[in-house]
T-cell receptor, first 113, second 110 residues
Framework: DAGVIQSPRHEVTEMGQEVTLRCKPI?????LFWYRQTMMRGLELLIY????????DSGMPEDRFSAKMPNASFSTLKIQPSEPRDSAVYFC???????????FGQGTRLTVV | GESVGLHLPTLSVQEGDNSIINCAYS??????FIWYKQESGKGPQFIID?????DKRQGQRVTVLLNKTVKHLSLQIAATQPGDSAVYFC?????????FGKGTKLSVKP
């Protein structure tokens, strides 16, 4: 397996634009996580899914953020409208049966100007 | 809510010495305590975990100690190598969830 795949690796967008981040988890993994990483706040859990169902979205900053998982092999994190304070590295990770070994993607570095 | 904190944001050690990275936590309900390593430009990578009913676990060159009385977790790296230079995170695991602390940057001097 190629591991967790995220796209794009880098995204630069203007304030107010819609941004969509994508993630393909490891095949067979049933948990998927979205994290945001900044120097100030560290690695924050935004939302996680189990069997494509959102379990906890309490970390989603505000209504501008939304995440979906239409099937077991694909998830999106959307920011609409984007703001400069959303600039961060966004990671997707997956685990098998909620285990402790999460496999992370390479991350998407988002810059909102 | 859960929170995970770290005693030191940076740690510098000499190559060959042992490293100790510490972590304090507040939520006693976690099932697992986990250590991750993040190298520059990459996502975090699992190192080792310990169940909440254990107090010590050893891996290859690493040992994790858990003191539930004072809610403290540590990662010991033996014979630290330049390749160990990275940011280390402790994390709490419970019912599939994973919450990370802010990280300690380990620098290894040759």
């Amino acid at each position: 397996d190629a591991g967790v795949i995220q796209s794009p690796r880098h995204e630069v967008t203007e304030m107010g634009q819609e941004v969509t981040l994508r993630c393909k988890p490891i095949s067979g993994h049933d948990y998927l996580f979205w994290y945001r990483q900044t120097m100030m706040r560290g690695l924050e859990l935004l939302i996680y899914f189990n069997n494509n169902v959102p379990i906890d979205d309490s970390g989603m900053p505000e209504d501008r953020f939304s995440a979906k998982m239409p099937n077991a092999s694909f998830s999106t994190l959307k920011i609409q409208p984007s703001e400069p304070r959303d600039s961060a590295v966004y990671f997707c990770a997956s685990t098998f049966q909620g285990g402790t070994e999460a496999f992370f993607g390479q991350g998407t570095r988002l810059t909102v100007v | 809510g859960e929170s995970v904190g770290l005693h030191l944001p940076t740690l510098s050690v000499q190559e060959g010495d042992n490293s100790i990275i510490n972590c304090a936590y507040s939520n006693s309900a976690s099932d697992y305590f986990i250590w991750y390593k993040q190298e520059s430009g990459k996502g975090p990578q699992f190192i080792i975990d310990i169940r909440s009913n254990m107090d010590k676990r050893q891996g290859q060159r690493v040992t994790v100690l858990l003191n539930k009385t004072v809610k403290h977790l540590s990662l010991q790296i033996a014979a630290t190598q330049p390749g160990d230079s990275a940011v280390y995170f402790c994390a709490l695991g419970s019912q599939g969830n994973l919450i990370f602390g802010k990280g300690t940057k380990l620098s290894v001097k040759p």
